[in-house]
């Protein structure tokens, strides 16, 4: 009896690329292009590096800009000895007051230094992160979705990234959000510290960034790789699982890791009036001297300054560098593989 011809139905295939309809395997070379978009639909392996780069560029800008103003509020109310005028109860309330009181465009004052780090600095991350998981999982999993590595990863990545954005979004930028901040651009404060601390004041938060961010970087990528699973097994491209995942991912890591971010607020900001009451001269250093000052001065409950702010900023800041990472890795890909069939 004649064996029917088969053929590859796209019937069940969910939205993404994929061959077009009614298309039949011809031949090899057909089948090869398919399995390309196939292997697109369990994101993220297929993708290539420019595309990672791409993609993880669009994503950092759009989320830095986007959240830039809740993201100068959780830099004030971390502030562990306020100005009296700059004493906030919620974020809404705060932005309200600073439009009010500063200005319409205060809370955006050193946004073009961050969105200047954030394109390198996020396509930089993306591509290592997606690089070195593919490889990890490889091992611990032969192919599989390992925890680990996503962890591992996640870590290994935000060395690259903070190395580009440690000067940019920790030393200049805090420095101008803070309240009656004397500098009103950013090349006024890159030289006011560059002459007044050293070329070193730009990486001296480098370490505690990274022991901040590393822990930050673990819980959030296992976090949301552990709910892709749940969400979107056959790991397609899916904007609500994306939304959903990201959002809950940078909530937990972001809860998780306050008490390290409000010491490292305190050692980009070396806040003059707190480092005076307890009588510290100099630049305040170190993640442990940090952690002591914090504690005195505010006790177990100063370790959480600001908790609200940066949870607020983190769900829709991850959020959105997810969805928009994911977006563009599916298009840009889509186009790539389009243009060549």
Known sequence: AAVPRMELSCARAPPGPGPPPGAAIADGDQFDQYEEYDEYESLPSGAALGTHMVAGAVAGIMEHTVMYPVDSVKTRMQSLQPDPKAQYRSVFEALKKIVLTEGFWRPLRGINVTMLGAGPAHAMYFACYEKMKKSLSDTFQHGGNSHLANGIAGSVATLLHDAVMNPAEAVVKQRMQMFNSPYTSVLSCVRTVQRTEGLGAFYRSYTTQLTMNVPFQAI????????????????EYNPQSHIVAGAVAGAVAAAATTPLDVCKTLLNTQEN???????????????????????????VWGFFKGVQARVIYQM??????????????YFLTKHKLENRT
Do not use: C, D
Not at 273 to 299: C, D, E, K, P, W
């Open 273 to 299: 009036v707190a480092l005076s009451s307890m009588n510290i001269s100099g630049h305040l250093s170190g993640m442990l001297n940090a952690f002591r000052t914090v504690y005195q001065l505010g006790g």
């Open 220 to 235: 959030h990528f296992i976090t949301y790789e552990f709910l892709q699973e749940q969400l979107n097994p056959l790991r």
């Open 316 to 329: 829709p800041s991850t959020a959105i560098a997810w969805s928009v990472y994911e977006f563009f890795k």
